[in-house]
T-cell receptor
Framework: DQQVKQNSPSLSVQEGRISILNCDYT??????FLWYKKYPAEGPTFLIS?????DKNEDGRFTVFLNKSAKHLSLHIVPSQPGDSAVYFC???????????FGTGTRLQVTL | EPEVTQTPSHQVTQMGQEVILRCVPISNHLYFYWYRQILGQKVEFLVS????????KSEIFDDQFSVERPDGSNFTLKIRSTKLEDSAMYFC???????????FGPGTRLLVL
């Protein structure tokens, strides 16, 4: 039951360009969405989040866009840097105390 | 900056043995979680814990699993009789009551032989 999907397993982007990572969800009860970055053998590191009452949230180089009607969100990283190379997970929750449901992740590689 | 810590970082055990994975959540956080990630798969929810009781658990969290907050700082996951398929990275997470964001520890890599 894939309630959160990241259809691109990998993405390669040149340094300085924009990286766009996509995520789709099926559960209309989800009301909070998060992006985590993960390096091998480490825990997920929180990047940015968005509540369902907003359609955009920005933090430095990272912007998350939410399209509720399409049940789609995206993470934009601009400009991309080599240190951004990692696996990015989209996650969603349906309440304050609720578990996070994760997508399968997208491996981003930022090349020189 | 405060962070979630987990010990041990690696654990190797024989099938059928008991293991206890330990976590120290961020000090003023009140919601605690365990997740796991089997190699090559996505991060999966196991259990959430609040006010000294389980608030939600997944179907993975069967009778072989238990959680405990033995004191004011530690949060543990016990697997009573490990199976080969329990081999995974286990992540602890915690959060404030007023926020949605969960903060994760570095994980414990469990290998069951």
């Amino acid at each position: 039951d894939q309630q959160v999907k990241q259809n691109s397993p990998s993405l390669s982007v040149q340094e300085g360009r924009i990286s766009i990572l996509n995520c789709d969800y099926t559960n209309s009860m989800f009301d909070y969405f998060l992006w985590y970055k993960k390096y091998p053998a480490e825990g997920p590191t929180f990047l940015i989040s968005i509540s369902s009452i907003k359609d955009k949230n920005e933090d430095g180089r990272f912007t998350v866009f939410l399209n509720k009607s399409a049940k789609h969100l995206s993470l934009h990283i601009v400009p991309s840097q080599p240190g951004d190379s990692a696996v990015y997970f989209c996650a969603a929750s349906d309440g304050t105390a609720s578990k996070l449901t994760f997508g399968t992740g997208t491996r981003l590689q930022v090349t020189l | 900056e405060p962070e979630v810590t987990q010990t041990p970082s690696h654990q190797v055990t024989q099938m059928g043995q008991e293991v206890i994975l330990r976590c120290v959540p961020i000090s003023n956080h009140l919601y605690f979680y365990w997740y796991r990630q089997i190699l090559g798969q996505k991060v999966e929810f196991l259990v959430s814990f609040y006010n000294n009781e389980i608030s939600e658990k997944s179907e993975i969290f069967d009778d072989q699993f238990s959680v405990e907050r033995p004191d004011g700082s530690n949060f543990t996951l016990k697997i009573r009789s490990t199976k080969l398929e329990d081999s995974a990275m286990y992540f602890c997470a915690s959060k404030l009551p007023s926020q949605e964001t969960q903060y994760f520890g570095p994980g414990t890599r469990l290998l069951v032989l």
